[in-house]
């Protein structure tokens, strides 16, 4: 039934993230795109291998991101209809720039509200899936740290159970780690976000991964990256691209995927995301992700 899920998956194309189809803004590498985000659906719907979307919302979008306030939401949802898009998730970056750990209590106790906040909104547009970046700036540090998160979540979940949606926990762990994390936690509304490419710069085993909380994860970001380094074109760096479709297929997955490629030449994003769905379909289809006359 998985291989005829992802294959069935394949066929209508697959998510992207946003703010990817033009340069990066004022030295932004992924952010909200303030004053294009509407002609970016227009491009996206020319995309033939993507049929959605994940939304960015970070703090330099903050005053423009749609998500703000209920007209803008409603012009929102029109813009996707009439682009064609799906929208599943929304990607909190804004978490990032101010995280729930290292500030003062009153700042912790404003930053859980709006993570509520953004969970309300967020169903109101038929969003059912937040991920939430615990890594980099927002990564856990210490035992008093993984405490303080288990206990933000905690606050904000009764919210998410009942506007039915869930958050996906985007972090650095080991896989030994994430899976007492999410133990501890111990909550329905709460999954993974498998950053393809995240773990293998971090030179995990995908099998020790899936083996630890396989059955937690539910989103898929594809990338690819060097161990060790940065992003690179999908199919040229470290990922096990083949092993990683048999392993979400070992566990049965039936969620989304969301095309993280790394950026191509400038001017050309559109092309550029095109050719990287095609082959992110390829790879879910069980083809080579890139053809032997392009390797």
């Not at 393809?196 to 991964?209: K, L, M, V, W």
């Not at 074109?233 to 095309?259: C, K, N, Q, S, W």
Request: proline share 5%; charged share 25%.
């Amino acid at each position: 039934m998985s291989q005829h899920y992802l294959a069935a998956y394949a066929a209508l194309g697959i998510q992207t993230k946003q703010g990817r189809l033009g340069p990066p803004v004022d030295g932004h590498f992924q952010s909200f795109p303030r004053t294009e985000w509407e002609q970016e659906l227009e491009m996206l719907a020319g995309l033939t291998s993507v049929r959605g979307i994940e939304w960015m919302f970070d703090a330099y979008g903050e005053g423009a991101n749609p998500l703000e306030s209920a007209d803008s939401r409603q012009h929102m949802t029109s813009c996707l209809a009439a682009a064609g898009l799906e929208l599943n998730s929304v990607c909190a970056d804004y978490f990032m720039d101010y995280p729930l750990l290292r500030c003062s209590a009153a700042q912790r106790r404003e930053r859980c509200e709006k993570l509520a906040w953004l969970i309300d909104v967020s169903a109101e547009v038929g969003i059912r899936r937040i991920v939430l970046p615990l890594l980099d700036a927002s990564r856990i540090k210490t035992d008093a740290e993984l405490t303080t998160i288990i206990e933000c979540l905690h606050q904000v979940l009764p919210v998410a159970q009942q506007r039915s949606v869930y958050l996906s926990l985007e972090t650095d762990f080991a896989p030994g780690d994430l899976r007492n994390l999410l133990l501890n936690v111990d909550h329905p509304m709460v999954k993974v976000n498998y950053d393809t490419g995240n773990s293998a710069a971090a030179g995990f085993d995908p099998r020790e991964e899936f083996a630890a909380y396989g059955a937690w994860i539910g989103s898929v970001h594809v990338k690819d990256r060097l161990r060790g380094a940065g992003s690179v074109a999908l199919g040229t760096g470290d990922v096990d691209f083949p092993l990683l479709r048999d392993l979400l297929l070992e566990i049965d997955y039936r969620g989304d995927f969301v095309m993280e490629a790394a950026r191509g030449e400038p001017g050309r994003e559109p092309v550029w995301q095109e050719r990287m769905a095609e082959r992110v379909v390829n790879w879910l289809r069980g083809a080579p992700m890139i053809p032997e006359e392009m390797a």
